[in-house]
């Protein structure tokens, strides 16, 4: 039997995703709150964690990753996530549409489909499933669009149709938001709007509907995880409320490491 810690085993690191996500600022509290100093928590993209995830995975290797849900990896691998009994990463939360000033009169019935664009967890999995498996994301969009007509119907009852007018969507490439944003830019696209999605970073994305250079996102995750964007920009946002319930961040690991808190990694 080996005597590392857990630490020596992953050379103190935490592979972590893009430096604008909120998941990052997260992460960087927990290791102050359980003084984690010798850790780092590196840099990349949801991309590159999970192309490590996997790698590790198949190897039985030790990972600590930074994770949240909804999304895939969960559905795919055994993992857990590790307790975190001093609360650094808040409680579960919702994820909200956003549009800039003025869009309700610019464009009644996209602002009404958006307004009306709630879904759950689950469904957001499948679309995230399908295009984890390969699908491109606009084919898994339409995919579901078409197998969930009724919820289609909810979102754009009432919404006057689009005379070919662009919508600009903002999003990060974050799984679960590609999933989201592809979605209702094609149940937008069939509603009769242009749609032109734009992957940015999450400080553009907020800053894009606030100086109105783009419409509308899919992707703001509150009250927690994006609450410094939203709180600086607040003033120039429409907040249209959740579209989906039930989130959640924290670190993860492969089930088949013994660890099971984030107290854990002082050892
Ligand atoms: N996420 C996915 C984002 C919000 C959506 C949890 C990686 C973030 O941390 O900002």
Same mark, same amino acid.
């Given at each position: 039997?080996?005597?590392?810690?857990?630490?020596?085993? $992953?050379?103190?690191?935490?592979?972590?995703i893009d430096p604008g996500a909120g998941l990052m600022k997260a992460t960087e509290k927990?290791?102050?709150?359980?003084?984690?100093? +010798?850790?780092?928590?590196?840099?990349?993209?949801?991309?590159?964690?999970?192309?490590?995830?996997?790698?590790?995975?198949?190897?039985?290797?030790?990972?600590?990753?930074t994770?949240w849900?909804?999304?895939?990896?969960?559905?795919?691998?055994?993992?857990?996530?590790?307790?975190?009994?001093?609360?650094?990463y808040g409680?579960?939360e919702?994820?909200?549409?956003?549009?800039?000033?003025?869009?309700?009169?610019?464009?009644?019935?996209?602002?009404?489909?958006?307004?009306?664009?709630?879904?759950?967890?689950? +469904?957001?999995?499948?679309?995230? $499933?399908?295009?984890?498996?390969?699908?491109?994301?606009?084919?898994?969009?339409?995919?579901?669009?078409?197998?969930?007509?009724?919820?289609?119907?909810?979102?754009?009852?009432?919404?006057?149709?689009?005379?070919?007018?662009?919508?600009?969507?903002?999003?990060v490439?974050w799984?679960?938001?590609?999933?989201?944003?592809?979605?209702?830019?094609?149940?937008?696209?069939?509603?009769?709007?242009?749609?032109?999605?734009?992957?940015?970073?999450a400080g553009?994305?907020?800053?894009?509907?606030?100086?109105?250079?783009?419409?509308?996102?899919?992707a703001a995750w509150l009250p927690t995880t994006h609450a410094d964007y939203f709180?600086?920009?607040?003033?120039?946002? $429409?907040?249209?409320?959740?579209?989906?319930?039930?989130t959640?961040l924290?670190?993860?690991?492969?089930?088949?490491?013994?660890?099971?808190?984030?107290? +854990?990694?002082?050892?």
């Amino acid at each position: 039997a080996s005597s590392d810690n857990v630490g020596d085993t $992953v050379n103190y690191e935490i592979t972590g995703i893009d430096p604008g996500a909120g998941l990052m600022k997260a992460t960087e509290k927990a290791m102050k709150d359980y003084k984690l100093s +010798d850790w780092t928590l590196k840099e990349g993209s949801s991309t590159a964690m999970t192309a490590e995830l996997q790698k590790a995975y198949e190897d039985k290797e030790p990972i600590i990753i930074t994770g949240w849900t909804p999304h895939w990896m969960y559905q795919k691998y055994d993992l857990k996530y590790l307790e975190d009994p001093k609360g650094s990463y808040g409680k579960g939360e919702n994820i909200h549409t956003v549009v800039k000033r003025g869009f309700e009169e610019e464009a009644p019935g996209a602002y009404k489909v958006l307004d009306q664009f709630h879904w759950k967890p689950s +469904d957001m999995e499948e679309v995230m $499933v399908d295009i984890q498996e390969g699908m491109d994301p606009k084919e898994a969009a339409k995919k579901w669009a078409k197998s969930h007509s009724k919820a289609v119907q909810q979102w754009t009852k009432g919404a006057e149709k689009g005379n070919g007018q662009e919508i600009v969507l903002v999003y990060v490439a974050w799984e679960s938001e590609i999933a989201s944003t592809n979605v209702i830019s094609e149940v937008l696209k069939q509603h009769g709007y242009a749609v032109n999605m734009k992957q940015v970073e999450a400080g553009p994305m907020f800053a894009g509907i606030a100086d109105g250079s783009a419409d509308a996102m899919v992707a703001a995750w509150l009250p927690t995880t994006h609450a410094d964007y939203f709180e600086r920009y607040k003033n120039e946002l $429409v907040d249209l409320g959740a579209n989906l319930e039930g989130t959640k961040l924290g670190l993860s690991v492969p089930e088949y490491m013994q660890i099971d808190s984030i107290e +854990d990694l002082k050892k």
